[in-house]
């Protein structure tokens, strides 16, 4: 009986070609592929060889920055929260207004995200 063998022997691309790339040229090469919406690898087969781009090699266009930032606003937001929950089963009544800042902070996030998603237009400020 013949053993199945894994995705990676599956492949039929198993030869490699290393090139050296300036900086402005990786670069370059990044945005590219970026702009398509897949990997550089995959971007570069298809200009080489006019190799169709895979499924799989397809990613999400993803602001990285926007979403690092994004996830410090919601763990800060997070944090806020615990401390206004906290203050509320203590007894404490917290402020109408420290509650409303945090709903602005976490509309700003969710905004953020969406953004980065691209679900609505990103402000030019």
């Given amino acids: 009986m013949e053993k199945s063998r894994s995705g990676s ?26 702009r398509v919406g897949t ?23 993803v602001e990285t920055e926007l979403l690092r930032k994004t996830l410090a606003e919601l763990n800060k937001i997070g944090s806020n929260i615990n401390q206004l929950a906290r203050s509320h089963n203590q007894g404490l009544i917290p402020y109408q207004h420290t509650v409303e800042a945090e709903l602005e902070i976490l509309n700003d996030a969710i905004a953020q995200v969406l953004v980065a998603l691209g679900k609505i237009p990103a402000n030019d400020n």
């Fill in 9 to 34: 022997n599956k492949r039929k691309r198993q030869k490699q070609l290393l090139i050296r790339l300036t900086d402005a040229e990786r670069v370059q090469l990044d945005r590219d592929a970026d």
């Fill in 39 to 61: 990997t550089a690898a995959s971007y570069a087969r298809q200009v080489l060889v006019d190799a169709p781009i895979p499924k799989q090699s397809k990613r999400p266009g």
